[in-house]
């Protein structure tokens, strides 16, 4: 894959997003005595990452909450999953964790200097699916999301729209606010892998993307932007359907033709521009864009 795919934002402290930053601002628990709780302690069981992802299938609005323990454990070891009971309460979701994930270790013998068994890592995660326009009908103002062990993780005010959720926060590391877009389904994502990570060939894409009659996102959602750090990356629909109909699978990173820019290199006898060519690619949004 060409096209380094991060997360659109994650939550952290009492709940920050970024987007298109990775990040890993993990959220703490009101923990209690982990030295009380069954199964194996490998990892801090009270510190999770929290970020919010695209559903691939379902219902038109649905997306997930997707929690991932900031600890990894490899070996001959097993995860159980974990028991999640999401509760509407008015104007507010409690995800709560009834039970957290274990590890288990397998009791395999060593054998020159190997296992028997298949050397994975895991890690503790937990998915709630959620639907944007079951937030809408009830005046849904809030995620919660905590253990029952281990405690609050977070609490976050949302504001849900046919076309984007904002998210927004208070804590002691300040202020945080950020929106996840709703993309029309004849979304697609133009690339230049071979830009070079200083050269902005944002104008280039767009006039190559205008010749097959692609339309900039921003004319159809309001107000959505990419940040500075999204270079050479860049969003449309399709209404013609001359770019996604060579997308036949959600995971598709096609090549869909070519474009012209230039460069300068400096010698002795000055700067002498160039010209040279740069595929175009061309994908879905995946879970994280």
């Not at 890993?24 to 302690?41: C, F, H, K, S, W």
């Not at 009834?98 to 895991?122: A, P």
């Given at each position: 894959?060409?096209?380094?795919r991060?997360?659109?934002?994650?939550?952290?402290?009492?709940?920050?997003?970024?987007?298109?930053?990775?990040?890993?601002?993990?959220?703490?628990?009101?923990?209690?005595?982990?030295?009380?709780?069954?199964?194996?302690?490998?990892?801090?069981?009270?510190?999770?990452?929290?970020?919010?992802?695209?559903a691939?299938?379902?219902?038109p609005?649905?997306?997930?909450?997707h929690?991932?323990?900031?600890?990894?454990?490899?070996?001959?070891i097993?995860?159980t999953?974990?028991?999640?009971?999401?509760?509407?309460?008015m104007?507010?979701?409690?995800?709560s964790l009834?039970?957290?994930?274990?590890?288990?270790?397998?009791?395999?013998?060593?054998?020159?200097?190997?296992?028997?068994?298949?050397?994975?890592?895991?890690t503790?995660?937990?998915?709630?699916?959620?639907?944007?326009?079951?937030?809408?009908?009830?005046?849904?103002?809030?995620?919660g999301?905590?253990?029952k062990?281990?405690?609050?993780?977070?609490?976050?005010?949302?504001?849900?729209?046919?076309?984007?959720?904002?998210?927004?926060?208070?804590?002691?590391a300040?202020?945080?606010?950020?929106?996840?877009?709703?993309?029309?389904?004849n979304?697609?994502?133009?690339?230049?892998?071979g830009?070079k990570?200083?050269?902005?060939?944002?104008?280039?894409?767009?006039?190559?993307?205008?010749?097959?009659?692609?339309?900039?996102?921003?004319?159809?959602?309001?107000g959505?932007?990419?940040p500075?750090?999204?270079?050479?990356?860049?969003?449309?629909?399709?209404?013609?359907?001359?770019?996604?109909?060579?997308?036949?699978?959600?995971?598709?990173?096609?090549k869909?033709?070519?474009l012209?820019?230039?460069?300068?290199?400096?010698?002795?006898?000055?700067?002498?521009?160039q010209?040279y060519?740069?595929d175009?690619?061309?994908?879905?949004p995946?879970?994280?864009?």
């Open positions: 894959m060409s096209l380094k991060l997360p659109l934002f994650i939550f952290s402290g009492m709940i920050a997003l970024a987007a298109f930053v990775p990040q890993i601002r993990p959220v703490y628990a009101q923990m209690q005595d982990e030295g009380t709780a069954d199964g194996l302690n490998l990892v801090p069981r009270g510190v999770y990452m929290v970020n919010v992802q695209r691939s299938d379902g219902a609005g649905d997306f997930i909450m929690g991932s323990n900031i600890g990894t454990v490899s070996g001959c097993d995860v999953e974990p028991e999640v009971k999401v509760v509407f309460t104007n507010k979701v409690e995800i009834e039970k957290d994930s274990e590890f288990e270790l397998k009791n395999d013998e060593v054998r020159y200097g190997t296992y028997s068994c298949d050397i994975k890592t895991r503790a995660t937990f998915d709630v699916r959620l639907n944007r326009d079951e937030l809408i009908d009830r005046n849904i103002k809030s995620i999301v905590k253990s062990t281990y405690g609050m993780y977070t609490d976050t005010k949302i504001n849900p729209s046919k076309d984007k959720i904002e998210f927004s926060s208070q804590s002691t300040g202020s945080y606010f950020e929106t996840f877009w709703f993309y029309p389904s979304t697609v994502i133009l690339h230049t892998p830009a990570r200083d050269q902005d060939v944002g104008p280039l894409i767009d006039k190559f993307a205008e010749s097959k009659g692609l339309v900039p996102l921003s004319k159809t959602l309001k959505f932007t990419l500075d750090t999204a270079m050479n990356i860049k969003y449309y629909t399709d209404p013609r359907g001359s770019v996604i109909h060579q997308l036949s699978a959600p995971d598709d990173n096609v869909v033709g070519m012209t820019a230039q460069r300068t290199f400096y010698g002795s006898d000055g700067a002498l521009t010209s060519t740069l175009v690619y061309a994908l879905k995946g879970m994280n864009d």
